[in-house]
């Protein structure tokens, strides 16, 4: 079985930074590609932005410039770093990966609240 584990959401006043860590535990052999969603009350979930194995990057046109996603594949964590946040940021955060160990599967975090308010 594989875990992802969220965790670093909270309030922050508008402006503000946070940082969002995921990290997968049990049998994994392979990381493919990590990603985050988030999912905005009343709205269709959206990718946040994605980095894969060899470390390529791509964002969503509304966090490019803000956000920044990176791994540490030695600790099967993935981090986005969120600066400049703006209440339109308000959401549930879900990190999802491609995993491998009989097969490749995506597993998904339980997610984490971010309420940009001042």
């Known amino acids: 079985q594989v875990q992802l584990a969220e965790s670093g959401g909270g309030l922050v006043q508008p402006g503000g930074s946070l940082r969002l860590s995921c990290a997968a535990s049990?049998?994994?052999?392979?990381?493919?590609?990590m990603n985050w969603y988030r999912q905005a009350p009343g709205k269709q979930r959206e990718l946040v932005a994605t980095?894969?194995?060899?470390?390529?990057?791509n964002y969503g046109d509304s966090v490019k410039g803000r956000f920044s996603i990176s791994r540490d594949n030695a600790k099967n964590t993935v981090y986005l770093q969120m600066n400049s946040l703006k209440s339109e940021d308000t959401a549930v955060y879900y990190c999802?990966?491609?995993?491998?160990?009989?097969?490749?599967?995506?597993?998904w975090g339980q997610g984490t609240q971010v309420t940009v308010s001042s």
């Open positions: 999802k990966m491609k995993i491998y160990y009989a097969m490749w599967y995506d597993y």
């Open positions: 049990g049998r994994i052999f392979s990381i493919d590609s």
């Open positions: 980095i894969t194995s060899d470390g390529t990057t």
